[in-house]
């Protein structure tokens, strides 16, 4: 049912829990299920250095949190506007048709959490 | 990794006996029970003798028993039969039926039925007085499964029996989950029709029946030759019938004795977990409930994820029904109970069986706390 790859992100999730002082946070929950994802950006000189996430949700929901917990790092915040639910899902190596939201729902979150971070640059722009 | 099966409400594996009963049906016995020769009359003799079984167990007899490809197939047969001998009127049924019941009649609904769906208790009882509120001049059924595959909680069958005798309305039980677990016998009860299965008593799946009560009026809703007295047409599945019938005569002999020591594995599994993890409920009648059936909600996790948890264990437990299990809502039985969402996503079902054992129970005690505590430090709600 499952890809040895989701199954290992979601026996050993990277990047689990809270950060402190994140640059960056951004949440977002399917209407449908519940799921619920969060992620918190470290950003320096534009780029992710550290990314962490917290999730409630089905085995794939948190699965794929932590794949994009990978698949983000070392990237410019702009090119994490690339990352598709569509390429979270080859990377995780398939989802069921059930379970596509786990995808949709952790790239959700991380637009949520660039949005956040250009709000932040944008009032201190301005603070300036 | 030694594997622990705690869904035996989903399925069980065919007892040894049954299978060895099955065998010769296969490949030495092949004949059509219709046909004349000796063949086929054998066929038939082990098909009529699977049949007093199943009559005997249920204390009817056997003419009123017909075979059917399963408990799904029984449901349909009763409340279409039933319905369409009818051509209209109103049912009555309640929320927290199996799929096999509840779609039926959505589909008679839009046929042009009238259907009313009655609420359940927070035990998941539904109360024979709203059965009796409900009843209106125009109803021709009322369809009240046993016990609730779900969370086991079983149902006041025998008040309700009381209410549509006394209305002269027919009753169908979905009795699927109960047979084999809990005694009773239709011999005085209220019951018209009754549907059951043989894949969660330990015998082959595929096979199931129902038992229609002489003198009901229902109608066949699969047509073709005049096999099971013109109530179901095919060829009859030969083999299971046979394995339907040992596992029946199976339950009749170890029933009773294992009631009690199942009974006592599902309380040691509920009071560990309940001693051992936080934010943990109980969803069914703490006391009116299956022998084997444990449902508890934990809350802050969403069942799949504890499930799969579970399952990299060696532990296969499930979400609710196992016909459900691929969807995302919450169970609409645990809901139906008044279960808050936040509760009823997290509800996972333990079903225990013949094979289970205190040492397998005392395995889910000693994982189950740890995989739900690591689930729970991977939520946004971990501080």
Known sequence: MYSETLIDHFRVPRNVGMMRHPD???????????????????????????????????????????LVTELVQGRTVDELDGVTPDAVEDALGGLPPDRRHAATLAVAAIRAATAHYRRRRAEEVRRV | MRRVYLDHNAS??????????????????????????SFGREARDAVEAAREEIARFLGVSAQETVFTSGGTEADNLAVKGVAWARGTGHIITSRVEHHAVLRTCQALERAGFAVTYLGVDQHGMVDPDEVR????????????????????????????GRVTRERGIPLHVDGVQALGKIPFSLRGLGIDLLSCSSHK???????????????????????GGDHERRRRAGTENVPAIVGFGKAIATRARDMAEEAPRVTALR???????????????????P?????????????????????????????GASAGSACTS??????????????????ALGALRCSLGRSTTAEEIDRVLEVLPAVVERIRSLSPAAA
């Open chain 1, 24 to 66: 960056a946070v951004g949440e977002s929950e399917d209407g449908n299920c519940g799921d619920l994802a969060r992620f918190y950006l470290r950003v320096e000189g534009g780029k992710v250095t550290e990314a962490r996430f917290q999730t409630y949700g089905c085995g794939p929901s948190i699965a794929a949190s932590s």
């Open chain 2, 12 to 37: 069980t594996p065919v007892h040894p006996d049954v299978l060895a009963a099955m065998m010769p049906f296969f490949s030495e016995q092949y004949g059509n029970p219709s046909s004349i020769h």
């Open chain 2, 133 to 160: 509120q409900a009843i209106r001049p125009d109803t021709i059924l009322v369809t009240i499964m046993f016990a609730n595959s779900e969370v086991g909680t079983i149902m006041p069958i025998d008040a309700i």
């Open chain 2, 201 to 223: 008593i330990y015998g082959p799946k595929g096979i199931g029946a129902l038992y229609v009560r002489k003198g009901t009026k229902m109608v066949s809703i699969q047509h």
């Open chain 2, 267 to 285: 309380d040691r599994l509920w009071d560990g977990v309940r001693a051992r993890v936080e934010d943990v409920r109980l969803n069914g009648h």
């Open chain 2, 287 to 315: 006391t009116q409930r299956l022998p084997g059936t444990v449902n508890m909600s934990f809350r802050g996790i969403e069942a799949e994820s504890l499930i799969l948890a579970l399952d990299l264990k060696g532990i």
């Open chain 2, 326 to 343: 691929g969807s995302l809502e919450p169970s609409y039985v645990v809901t139906a109970m008044g279960v808050p969402t936040e509760w």
